[in-house]
């Protein structure tokens, strides 16, 4: 039965491992700006984010987006939604969750926009210490 459930997650992992600037959002976990930070970050490594949410979380993601998107930041590239299959928590049942996927990409003025608001950062750290 172990080497069953190691051979599923190997599957699962392989699946996603090739996703590595993909974020899956939920609502309940982390705040807002988490995510928001981190899609910076993941826009710097891997030059473009795929924001991912199941259910009452998708207006976080959307929110996430936008964010970005007005700061400048971040140009959609694809919007995905789909229905996914689930088991219930309490009974097992099986239930149809919304997803929705977006892949945001770097605009053009991305890092200069990132190297301004870091030297802003430093800056006042600067004041606050002299």
């Known amino acids: 039965m172990e080497e069953i459930t190691q051979g599923v997650n190997s599957i699962?992992?392989?699946?996603?491992?090739?996703?590595?600037?993909?974020?899956?959002?939920?609502?309940?976990?982390?705040?807002?700006?988490?995510?928001?930070?981190?899609?910076?970050?993941?826009?710097?490594?891997?030059?473009?984010?795929?924001?991912?949410?199941?259910?009452?979380?998708?207006?976080?993601?959307?929110?996430?987006?936008?964010?970005?998107?007005?700061?400048?930041?971040?140009?959609e590239k694809k919007i995905t939604t789909s229905t996914v299959d689930m088991k219930e928590d309490t009974r097992g049942r099986p239930v149809q969750k919304a997803k929705i996927e977006i892949l945001l990409g770097k605009t053009e003025n991305f890092d200069e926009l990132m190297a301004a608001s870091a030297e802003e950062r430093d800056g006042v750290d600067g004041e606050a210490q002299g």
């Open 12 to 75: 699962n992992l392989a699946a996603d491992s090739h996703k590595k600037n993909r974020i899956q959002v939920s609502n309940t976990k982390k705040p807002l700006f988490f995510y928001v930070n981190l899609a910076k970050r993941y826009m710097q490594q891997h030059n473009e984010v795929e924001l991912s949410a199941l259910g009452m979380a998708i207006a976080t993601v959307v929110t996430i987006a936008e964010i970005l998107k007005n700061n400048g930041l971040a140009v």
